[in-house]
């Protein structure tokens, strides 16, 4: 092999060339000292390369290719020369601490991930405390013997499942629902080991990987029925099923009318591990609408073999305003994260005491005046009135916070009520701070304990978690106690 080969082309993947090279020019291959600096000088490339690979979440595929290509050369020319000892005495030695050091470092290039990221001067803060407080508040409403499931879907409602779900086992959730296979994968990737269902449709190619992750299914039709027994077939393992019922959402859910017949034949499939029923209530606020649900739900119940079944049909709100002895189970969902449903305005309404969970912060990266007449953002929606001192903050909402919320919300700086100005923009908005002893750095809190997104929630005529839901991942979470 050619010593010049190696300095002459830059790129990795020369080795294969080099190959060729040896080709040509075998007698060039017996010299002892070519070998060695050949060797060292590929393992020397091949660490290089499966470091990058360790510090890249995904590995490009080139990158991969190269490694590739190092690997082959160093174990070609071994296995040519007979070094294959001497190789693995140099990977021993030289190797081994550089893939543990790179390890380590990955592991805390993710811990570090988990935290406020540096790059950001808008955040969004989770009280796990508080979290675990509303979760113990609820079980105590919660009768005996009755289990819980904790509903983390849509990221916990924008709360980030992964990191409270931890605190949510360990404050009395039995097991935990999600929306997706996705979502209920990166929980097992967390190593989360509890029981944890899909609540909304999973599509039918998809049973399988359901499967392999032991997450447990709804399943509501034929179709569904097929699949589990084709995974099933597959991989020898029961998918783990709940039946999912339609009483009156018309969304998913086998029919009241066919539901008996079909869940006997879930009972009876013997490729199946049948562990429940269940339903939604879509009008939990309205005490005669529900009551048609329940009354649907335990007509069902009443014709069908429950034993070893989990059956759960009220939700947070349901669970504040009704008792269905048809069920032993309930889903603890909003509150939770400290925030209560709609709920009826007649009758018996157990409400625990729950506990803000989530806070709105920003940094002011900008302090300048505004003259008398000057406008504020895009459109000029807020114009100055005398000379007004105007900070921004960058938080828009790119970041979850919805432009209809323009001029219409407040922000607390250094304790005092500070307003929103102008149009909020995609990724920054404005705030009047005139009379505020302030400097650059300082927090503009948006939503607190005092602040609740209740408020934003009634300016725009929508509910509380969807205003949650919206806020991106690209805002850091910062989990506090």
């Not at 509501?220 to 597959?234: G, I, N, P, T, V």
């Not at 323009?406 to 005139?434: A, C, H, R, W, Y």
């Not at 002893?437 to 725009?460: C, F, M, R, Y």
Request: some cysteine.
């Amino acid at each position: 092999m050619c010593s010049l080969c190696i300095a002459r082309i830059p790129n990795p993947c020369h080795l294969i060339l080099c190959v060729q090279c040896h080709k040509h020019s075998p007698t060039k291959l017996t010299l002892k000292n070519e070998y060695f600096s050949h060797v060292h000088t590929y393992i020397y490339m091949f660490l290089t390369l499966l470091l990058a690979n360790l510090f890249q979440s995904k590995p490009s595929f080139r990158l991969q290719i190269r490694s590739f290509f190092l690997l082959y050369s160093l174990m070609y020319n071994s296995i040519l020369h007979r070094k294959i000892l001497s190789d693995v005495k140099i990977i021993l030695k030289f190797f081994l601490p550089l893939l543990c050091f790179g390890i380590i470092l990955k592991l805390m290039k993710n811990v570090r991930q988990t935290n406020i990221n540096i790059h950001r001067d808008s955040w969004v803060e989770i009280n796990l405390e508080n979290i675990s407080h509303n979760m113990r508040a609820i079980r105590k409403n919660t009768p005996k013997g009755i289990k819980l499931l904790a509903v983390v879907k849509a990221d916990a409602y924008g709360h980030g499942s992964v990191m409270i779900a931890p605190t949510l086992l360990a404050s009395g959730a039995d097991m935990l629902g999600v929306a997706s296979i996705d979502e209920g994968v990166d929980l097992r990737q967390a190593k989360i080991n509890c029981e944890i269902l899909v609540l909304g449709a999973v599509p039918v190619w998809a049973v399988e990987t359901a499967v392999k992750s032991d997450i447990t299914i709804a399943i509501f039709s034929k179709e569904h029925l097929e699949a589990c027994k084709q995974a099933y077939e597959r991989t020898g393992i029961k998918p783990k099923v709940h039946v999912k019922l339609d009483t009156g959402m018309n969304r998913i859910g086998v029919s009241v009318d066919n539901a008996v017949e079909f869940i006997k034949e879930v009972r009876n499939a013997d490729y199946l591990d049948f562990r429940g029923v269940f339903t939604h209530l879509a009008n939990a606020e309205i005490r005669k609408k529900t009551q048609i649900q329940i009354d649907r739900w335990n007509k069902v119940i009443s014709q069908i073999d429950t034993d070893g079944l989990l059956l759960h049909i009220l939700n947070t709100a349901g669970a504040m305003c009704y008792d269905v002895p048809n069920s032993n189970m309930r889903r603890a969902g909003i509150g939770i994260y400290g925030l209560y449903p709609d709920l009826p305005t007649d009758g018996e309404v157990h409400k625990p005491e729950l506990k803000p969970v989530l806070s709105l912060k920003a940094r002011i990266v900008n302090i300048h005046e505004a003259k008398d007449g000057e406008g504020v953002s895009y459109g000029h929606t807020f114009t100055a009135h005398g000379t007004r001192k105007i900070a921004t903050v960058p938080l828009g909402y790119a970041d979850g916070v919805p432009r209809g919320l323009s001029n219409k919300i407040n922000g607390i700086l250094n304790g005092k009520e500070v307003p929103q100005i102008g149009n909020i923009t995609m990724d920054q908005m404005m705030f009047d701070i005139t009379g505020v002893d302030t400097q650059l750095g300082d927090v503009i809190t948006l939503l607190d304990e005092t602040h609740s997104i209740d408020k934003w929630a009634n300016i725009l005529g929508t509910i509380n978690y969807e205003l949650t839901c919206r806020l991106k991942v690209r805002l850091p979470r910062v989990y506090t106690r």
